[in-house]
């Protein structure tokens, strides 16, 4: 009889083997894993890089502009071109524009500009500039200024290939012998071809129903386009010399009186310049002031109408958010209770204590965070060496000053070293968003100081941050 054999097979486990490496990475994983739960579920701060910057207080107005403007009429009939582009100085003599009473010009540049002539860098450049200028000055509530806008940029756009494509024709117009006049400049100045009517307005014929857009009208001519006899063909601007014209509120009267020169602003210009000023009454018994302008003439000169700011005051220093801001408690501390070093460097405080051997003193460091004549500011927080009810004594003296006596101050928390410390700030000028501080004070801020940018955020000084 065969032998059974025993298939029960007993699997050798092999023993877990804990060394001391095993044990180390798993405390450091444990470690990394709770540091980076921690890390997610804390707050973080965020900072604000102190500046030098300016808090400007202005007051804004639209205003009328008058200046030294001479419109010129066409004598005849015809399809008009023009050889001078818009807001360009011609000198007595030159080629203004030209009448064709056939239409053949009309056609020859019809041929010359099927496409085939491309702006210059200078034409768009300032295609841009005005594109620019009047999204930076975009209102909803001014919607009929887009339709102002796209016809002067047509308008530009047709003169720059027209003035091109006229230049190269001049001797295929010769030769076909064309019917046409050219009308030359009487006068030096700049050439506009905006007409308005306004053109000889005084300022003492102003009225408040002028400064109404809505009943303003203007004729602007384009090149190519049919004109009858005496229709206005352009205008010159003699002079650099010009002026605008504005309302005042009986709150600016007193704002400006007395004053002869103010610091204007230019909306979406990026031009600020000093005027001369003065008040005056207009037609309709209305104040009014005027700004007298000797230069930049020639950046306004298709314009009537410019909105524009008064710079009544500027105030320049640090410039940080208001949200940074906190007002602090502080205990007051008599200056002569301060303990010096023999270099007259400050050491600290000595404050009573009480062992079993009697009443004793011991030199407290505190850090110091304002003085005035008769009180230095001590942090009065709870990691503070000081608390309400210890008695100070002064230095070879039986004098005694008990700590409880606190004062506010205005400042935000300097985050340079890695923790909070609370600095003072004078406050210059204020807006809606920042402040303008004092620079260069004593326990203040500096250029480029990294400060908590939300101050409530804060609960005491020397308060680790983590960024």
């Not at 003599?93 to 491309?118: C, F, M, N, P, Q």
């Not at 700011?309 to 500027?314: D, G, S």
Request: net charge negative; glycine share 6%; with cysteine.
């Amino acid at each position: 009889m065969a032998k059974k054999k025993n298939n029960k097979i007993i699997r050798y486990r092999k023993p877990l083997n804990i060394n001391i490496g095993m044990i180390m990475f798993a405390l450091i994983f444990a470690y990394m894993a709770f540091y980076l739960y921690t890390y997610m579920q804390r707050d973080k701060i965020e900072f604000y890089e102190v500046v030098e910057g300016s808090i400007v207080n202005d007051q804004r107005h639209a205003g009328i502009i008058l200046r030294s403007e001479e419109p010129r009429y066409t004598d005849r009939a015809g399809n008009i071109n023009y050889y001078l582009r818009e807001g360009k100085r011609a000198a007595v003599g030159t080629r203004i524009y030209s009448i064709d009473e056939t239409g053949t010009l009309s056609k020859l540049l019809e041929e010359k500009t099927d496409g085939s002539v491309a702006l210059s860098k200078e034409n768009l450049s300032s295609l841009k500039k005005q594109l620019s200028s009047f999204s930076q000055t975009y209102d909803d509530e001014k919607f009929s200024e887009v339709y102002d806008t796209k016809y002067a940029l047509d308008s530009e756009v047709l003169e720059y290939v027209n003035v091109d494509a006229l230049k190269n024709l001049d001797s295929v117009i010769e030769e076909m012998g064309v019917n046409f006049e050219q009308i030359r400049a009487d006068d030096a100045g700049i050439v506009s071809y905006t007409v308005d009517g306004m053109e000889k307005l005084e300022p003492t014929q102003v009225t408040a129903e002028m400064f109404d857009k809505s009943n303003y009208t203007k004729n602007s001519v384009k090149s190519g386009q049919m004109v009858e006899i005496s229709a206005p063909a352009y205008k010159l601007i003699t002079s650099n010399d010009w002026s605008i014209v504005f309302p005042l509120r009986e709150e600016e009267q007193v704002l400006y009186n007395g004053k002869s020169t103010l610091s204007v602003r230019f909306t979406g210009k990026e031009l600020r310049t000093n005027a001369g000023f003065s008040i005056f009454t207009g037609a309709d018994g209305g104040i009014y002031g005027k700004l007298d302008f000797t230069k930049y003439m020639e950046q306004f000169a298709s314009d009537r109408f410019v909105d524009f700011e008064i710079i009544t005051e500027e105030v320049k220093g640090l410039k940080i958010p208001r949200t940074a801001v906190a007002d602090v408690d502080f205990y007051l501390i008599p200056k002569d209770f301060l303990v010096r070093s023999s270099t007259g460097s400050a050491r600290g405080f000595y404050k009573e204590t009480f062992t079993e051997n009697g009443p004793s003193v011991v030199l407290v460091s505190c850090d110091i965070y304002n003085s005035d004549d008769e009180y230095y500011y001590i942090d009065a927080g709870e990691k503070s060496e000081l608390k309400a009810g210890d008695y100070l004594v002064k230095e070879n003296s039986q004098d005694r000053y008990q700590v409880g006596t606190m004062s506010s101050l205005q400042g935000v928390y300097n985050i340079n070293r890695g923790y909070t410390a609370f600095r003072k700030i004078e406050v210059l000028n204020s807006n809606d968003e920042y402040y303008t501080v004092k620079k260069g004070t004593d326990y203040g801020l500096s250029v480029y100081d990294h400060i908590v940018l939300n101050a409530a955020a804060v609960t005491a000084n020397g308060m680790i941050i983590y960024q």
